[in-house]
């Protein structure tokens, strides 16, 4: 079993990474693989919405990791995408990145990297903004039949840099938790996959929109 896990931050050493680094510690205990993978300081495209990856199954931008992000996550079995707080809300880079990764994968077979698996977002910020930016975040798993996994808190800490991470106890209590439901889940899954419970088929026939 496999977490993959994105760090949305360009400072790839920061909080986030400390944040995730907490719950890496926690899988590698629940003998489940763990890869960060960091989203980093390049730029990063925004979804130009032209549609393509519809033909393609994949984005046509192929120059700053979103592709390759979603080939790693056809076999992962969980997700957490770690982001600082910025002016209340995701970093722009993890946004960019998340629109494109996860548009480029609802078409024809829907969905198939990020579907029917656990999903937690973590937000980390100096002071303020953290529910806000959690909201945005839990709308990618939402949509994409994805299980949003809870803690003991919203799953949020603070950090203005991440030597102050470790300060927070009960962001980090939050953080430990979260892995270990995180983990529990995966194996229900994996232990109802081995028994023969199948994830359900989604009917898919309907798309109306509001104005026809
Ligand atoms: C552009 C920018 C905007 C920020 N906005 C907020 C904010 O709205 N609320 C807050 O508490 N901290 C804010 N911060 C602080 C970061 O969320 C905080 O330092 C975080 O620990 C950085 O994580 P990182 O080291 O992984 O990048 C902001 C930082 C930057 C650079």
């Known amino acids: 079993m496999k977490v993959l896990m994105l760090n949305g931050s360009s400072n790839t050493n920061g909080s986030t990474r400390a944040g995730l ?25 925004d979804c130009i919405g032209c549609g393509k990856c519809s033909e ?6 192929s120059d700053d990791g979103v592709n390759e992000f979603v080939g790693k996550a056809t076999d992962a079995d969980g997700f957490v995408f770690g982001t600082p707080v910025y002016y209340a809300h995701p970093s722009g880079r993890i946004l960019s990145f ?11 077979t829907g969905a198939a990297a990020f579907r029917h698996k656990p999903a937690a977002a973590i937000v980390v910020a100096r002071r303020a903004g953290t529910s ?19 803690s003991t808190y919203w799953n949020e800490f603070h950090a203005l840099s991440r030597e102050d991470v470790p300060k927070d106890a009960e962001g980090t209590q939050t ?27 989604a009917e898919a026939d309907s798309m109306t929109n509001f104005v026809r």
């Open 21 to 45: 680094d907490i719950m890496a510690e926690v899988f590698d205990t629940e003998k489940i693989e763990c890869e960060i993978v960091c989203v980093g300081a390049k730029p990063v495209r």
């Open 98 to 108: 998340l629109d494109r990764a996860f548009f480029s994968n609802m078409w024809g």
């Open 56 to 61: 393609k199954g994949m984005c046509i931008f």
């Open 175 to 201: 953080l430990r938790n979260l892995a270990r439901n995180m983990a529990w889940l995966m194996k229900c899954i994996k232990a109802g996959r081995d028994a023969g419970v199948t994830p359900p088929a």
């Open 132 to 150: 806000a930016t959690y909201d945005v975040m839990n709308k990618y798993f939402g949509i994409s039949q994805m299980l949003n996994v809870g």
